[in-house]
């Protein structure tokens, strides 16, 4: 095998290249996970509202709310306290259930993607409206395929919501 070389741009010029690149086709994707940083979203503190109205959850706006982990780090499996905050399913992926209230009528979609690494797409289970009426509380299970840095978004009718997480499991000693 021959190597050949080929001249450089100038110096500036490279730089320049370089940093145009960077801007316009950053993409935080699988090719970038070296250097991704995840920037979780930060759920604000409960006034101390009653848990199924507005107040009662986390992180939103007035039209779609949701009750994000603290810090917005999901982390699966058993805590050292004994509890969980998600469930690691015997596949590896990630479950966990999340609240959400809802200031309209209409049906909740709630999807997700990876950040930093590609993945499968979130899978997500709503129930019924018959269930839980047209409007405030509603459940649903998340299901993460794997761990990493995560994106999820719910729309509901004319109201967007979308946060970021990072989601890990507990460490095995």
């Known amino acids: ?30 090719s970038d996970a070296a250097t991704f940083h ?4 930060q759920p604000v503190p409960h006034s101390g509202a009653r848990p199924f109205s507005a107040a009662g959850f ?3 706006n007035t039209l779609l709310r949701a009750e ?14 004994g509890g969980s905050m998600a469930e690691i399913e015997p596949d590896g992926s990630i479950s966990t259930k999340m609240g959400w209230w809802r200031g309209l009528q209409g049906r909740l979609v709630i999807s997700g993607r990876r950040l930093d ?13 018959n269930s839980y009426g047209a409007t405030g509380f509603i459940p649903s ?20 919501l979308s946060f970021t997480l990072s989601v890990t499991k507990v460490p095995h000693p």
């Open 68 to 81: 994000l982990p603290p810090h917005g780090h999901l982390i699966a499996g058993t805590l050292p306290n």
């Open 141 to 160: 299970s998340l299901m993460f395929p794997t761990t990493g840095c995560w994106r999820v978004s719910g729309k509901l009718g004319r109201a967007r």
């Open 1 to 30: 095998m021959r190597l050949v070389r080929v001249p450089l741009f100038p110096a500036g010029v490279a730089v320049g290249a370089v940093v145009t690149l960077l801007l316009a086709g950053y993409s935080g994707r699988a």
């Open 58 to 60: 986390n992180y939103g």
């Open 117 to 129: 690494k590609d993945a499968a797409p979130l899978r997500v289970d709503l129930p019924s409206l």
């Open 38 to 41: 995840c920037s979780p979203s």
